[in-house]
């Protein structure tokens, strides 16, 4: 078997303009020669970074049209040594950002070779299935989707599974390589898996868009062509939790399917890919469709699929917290990479350098769709207020939850206290939290059924948040720090039904499902899977 060339001698830096000569220049002669590249004789190549941003090819604007691409995806639209500050958006003067940022650990496609594959047999049902992979005693499951057959759907509900919130975190380093910063976060220890362990060791398996690069420059892309450690059942985020204890992202939605199949309600999953492709072609199939625990990162496409879905009498359950967030960037050529620049505001672990807010994938503008009016609020009734990470409470029903619009909802259930219980931190309500707030876009027919109480002073809002520092900004003295529990009507005959709370699915399972989050979900599903009009 031939062995695949490695390379070696990797470079971590931003290079522009290179040029190619068939003689050694000196510094001067090297500079006159680059003011007119086309006219010299002993020109070999002339590579402009500034042209085919979005892509994966180099150009050569040289007469010799030795053209090239780029691999592992470095970073392109970068500022070019000659960038005057004037000019914000690399579409508008491409002569400006005619530099890429290599890095030694970019990663796109580990490249290796099939040891195994599957032909999924027609009678699978659509789910979420593992590959599982034995050594001796040591055992590994890699988690892949079946679709319904393309075009069609097999049942009325549809979970849409964040693949692009799973990719964000990926590989995510964040409680070995940030210090006691990221441990006080959790008000304790973190907990280092063998997974975490073996992702300090190799950092040729890439990085989350969390972390930073080797250099410092913060990691703009992820790809799910790797392997990508912490997506698997049972791992969670070391610092998510005193020692790591909570579930997290993937883990965090299995409960949810967990619930469909303990009560026979057949569903269907899909990713976000497919609906930043398909969009609301995807969504129409269905009567209800369910989000992940925290779909954080939504490209335009998916983001207007879902609001068309709403907007034509579709039925949303919006399972999570701090949903819809950042702005993100599928690359049009390589499947599977998506792309993040964290802008001028949000809740960010690394921030780009100024001039480089816009995405290199599509020309878009990089950051929070808050900030590029399409507040969250507006499409799902709640919006982000806060994050903690120790412990998690539960909601106390409001005037609300008695309104006739909302006896679907509580059919069956006379407590005042929904979820003070739950497997994230002890309760429904907690770790990320979403509240109603009508000044910020939420739809004047919202009912907030139910609102967090107790969160504690390890709990704080994100920057867009906070006009001006405050010692009473925690979550122990700050009342829109919240989580609120709420149901809209939409223009379409359909509705929309927010949990406004990561940790909401650590909840669905606890006395073998016997509790009143699972009862509300139930009461939900059953009236939305009704075809009736809202």
């Known amino acids: 078997m031939a062995s695949r060339p490695l390379g070696t001698g990797f470079y971590n830096g931003k290079i522009e303009a290179p040029r190619l000569y068939r003689t050694a220049l000196g510094g001067a002669e090297a500079q006159a020669r680059q003011e007119a590249p086309d006219s010299q004789k002993s020109l070999i190549s002339a590579w402009d970074f500034g042209r085919d941003i979005t892509g994966t090819r180099i150009s050569d604007i040289s007469a010799n049209q030795a053209h090239g691409h780029v691999l592992n995806v470095p970073t392109r639209g970068m500022k070019g040594h000659n960038w005057t500050g004037e000019v914000l958006d690399w579409k508008a003067a491409p002569h400006q950002y005619g530099a890429i940022h290599f890095h030694d650990d970019d990663i796109h496609d580990c490249g290796w070779q099939t040891d195994f594959s599957l032909t999924v047999p027609k009678d699978w049902k659509s789910g979420i299935y593992a590959a599982r992979l034995q050594s001796g005693e040591d055992r590994d499951y890699i988690p892949f989707v079946v679709l319904p057959p393309r075009g069609e759907a097999t049942a009325d509900v549809l979970f849409l599974m964040p693949s692009a919130s799973y990719m964000a975190y990926a590989n995510e380093h964040s409680a070995s390589h940030g210090g006691g910063f990221m441990q006080s976060f959790s008000n304790g220890l973190s907990g280092l898996s063998a997974q975490d362990l073996l992702l300090n060791e190799r950092p040729d398996l890439g990085y989350s868009l969390y972390d930073v690069h080797s250099d410092g420059s913060g990691v703009a892309y992820s790809s799910r062509l790797r392997p990508i450690l912490n997506i698997r059942p049972g791992v969670t985020n070391a610092w998510v939790g005193p020692a790591g204890t909570f579930p997290w992202q993937f883990n965090a939605d299995l409960p949810l399917l967990d619930f469909m199949n303990h009560h026979g309600i057949a569903c269907d999953v899909a990713t976000d890919e497919d609906l930043h492709r398909e969009g609301l072609g995807l969504l129409s199939r269905y009567q209800v469709v369910m989000t992940g625990s925290h779909p954080e990162y939504y490209s335009k496409p998916m983001l207007d699929g879902l609001q068309a ?55 878009s503008y990089g950051g929070m769709w808050e900030r590029q009016g399409r507040p969250i609020h507006a499409l799902a009734g709640v919006g982000m207020a806060g994050q903690g990470f120790d412990s998690s409470t539960y909601y106390r029903r409001t005037p609300d939850s008695h309104d006739p619009r909302a006896a679907f909802i509580f059919e069956g259930i006379e407590d005042e206290l929904i979820g003070d219980f739950g497997t994230v931190g002890g309760g429904a309500a907690g770790i ?103």
């Open 309 to 363: 879905y709403t907007e034509r009498g579709g039925r949303l359950m919006y399972l999570g917290g701090n949903g819809f967030y950042w702005r993100v960037a599928y690359h049009a050529d390589l499947p599977g990479v998506l792309e993040l620049r964290r802008g001028e505001d949000g809740i960010r672990d690394w921030v780009a350098e100024g001039g480089e807010y816009y995405h290199s994938f599509d020309g």
């Open 432 to 534: 990320e939290v979403d509240r109603c707030d009508f000044s910020k876009g939420s739809p004047p027919n919202t009912l907030v059924l139910a609102s967090s109480e107790g969160l504690s002073d390890t709990y704080y809002p994100g920057p867009e948040e906070i006009d001006n520092a405050s010692p009473l900004i925690d979550g122990s003295q700050n009342p829109n720090l919240r989580a609120d529990l709420t149901f809209m009507e939409t223009s379409g005959g359909g509705a929309v039904f927010s949990t406004g709370s990561i940790a909401w699915m650590g909840s669905l399972t606890w006395n073998g499902f016997d509790n009143n989050v699972a009862q509300i979900m139930r009461n939900v599903l059953k009236r939305f899977r009704d075809t009736e009009p809202f």
